[in-house]
C-alpha cells in the first residue's frame, strides 16, 4: 500500500527558511513524479514544483523560481521541500502528492499535509 | 501558463440531483499524438487533502463510485455527479497537466447540499 508521509508543523520568522520532508512507502520510489502542491488558508490549489527521481532535476513553477528547491533522496525514497526568504503569504498547507504513470498531473497518493506558519 | 477557470464557484443540488462542473482551459490540454487530454478532477474534503476522481479527462479512479463522470476535449470540460449523495460534499477542482510546468488549478468549485 502506498503511503506519503509528511513531517511536522513548522512556524517560521519572515525570512527564514523551511524545509518540508515527504517520505514515500509501498511503491517503486525512482521511477514516478512527486509534485508539491500548497493551499493557502481557505483557498485553492497551487503547483509549486515536481521531481521524477529516475529523471533528476527538479521542475518549478515561475513564480517560485530561485526560492525553492526540491530534491529526492533515494537512499530512503524522501523527497523534500525547501522554500527559502518566508513572508507571510507563505502560510499555508504544503501538500507533497505523487503522480500516476510518471506523470506530474492526475496525483493518485497525497500526503496528509505540512502547515507551515509565517509570523513574526 | 495555462489559465483553468471553473464554473460556477458554487453549486446548490438537491439530494439526488444531477450536479454538473464545468472547466476551461486558456489552450488546448489534448496531445494530439496520443489523443489524451491531460486534464484531472479532485475532490476535497475539509481538513483533508484531495483525492483524484478522474484523469486523462474521462478515466475514473479505481475506488470512485460510477455516479461520478468526466467529459470534454480540447480546452473546455465537465464533471458531472449523476445522483448528489451527502458525502459529495466538498470543493471540485479541475488540474491540467499537459506539457511544461506549472500544471495549474482551477480556482474551485464548492459544491453544497440544496
Known amino acids: 500500500q502506498v503511503q506519503l508521509v509528511q513531517s511536522g508543523a513548522e512556524v517560521k520568522k519572515p525570512g527564514s527558511s523551511v524545509k518540508v520532508s515527504c517520505k514515500t512507502s509501498?511503491?517503486?520510489?525512482?521511477?514516478?513524479?512527486i509534485s508539491w502542491v500548497r493551499q493557502a488558508p481557505g483557498q485553492g490549489l497551487e503547483w509549486m514544483g515536481g521531481?521524477?527521481?529516475?529523471?533528476?532535476?527538479?521542475e518549478y513553477a515561475q513564480k517560485f523560481q530561485g526560492r525553492v528547491t526540491i530534491i529526492a533522496d533515494e537512499s530512503t525514497s524522501t523527497a523534500y521541500l525547501e522554500l527559502s526568504n518566508l513572508r507571510s503569504e507563505d502560510t499555508a498547507m504544503y501538500y507533497c502528492?505523487?503522480?500516476?504513470?510518471?506523470?506530474?498531473?492526475?496525483?493518485?497518493?497525497w500526503g496528509q499535509g505540512t502547515l507551515v506558519t509565517v509570523s513574526s | 501558463d495555462i489559465v483553468m477557470t471553473q464554473s460556477p464557484d458554487s453549486l446548490p443540488v438537491s439530494l439526488g440531483g444531477r450536479a454538473t462542473i464545468n472547466c476551461k482551459s486558456s489552450?488546448?490540454?489534448?496531445?494530439?499524438?496520443?489523443?489524451?487530454?491531460?486534464l484531472a478532477w479532485y475532490q476535497q474534503k475539509p481538513g483533508q487533502p484531495p483525492k483524484l476522481l478522474i484523469y486523462?479527462?474521462?478515466i475514473r479512479e479505481s475506488g470512485v463510485p460510477d455516479r461520478f463522470s468526466g467529459s470534454g476535449s480540447g480546452t473546455d470540460f465537465t464533471l458531472t455527479i449523476s445522483s448528489l449523495q451527502a458525502e459529495d460534499v466538498a470543493v471540485y477542482y479541475c488540474?491540467?497537466?499537459?506539457?511544461?510546468?506549472?500544471?495549474?488549478f482551477g480556482q474551485g468549485t464548492k459544491l453544497e447540499i440544496k
Open positions: 521531481i521524477i527521481p529516475i529523471f533528476g532535476p527538479a
Open positions: 486523462e479527462a474521462s
Open positions: 502528492a505523487r503522480g500516476r504513470s510518471g506523470s506530474f498531473g492526475s496525483a493518485d497518493y
Open positions: 488540474q491540467q497537466y499537459y506539457g511544461s510546468p506549472p500544471y495549474t
Open positions: 509501498g511503491g517503486t520510489f525512482n521511477n514516478y513524479a
Open positions: 489552450q488546448t490540454v489534448l496531445y494530439s499524438s496520443n489523443n489524451k487530454n491531460y
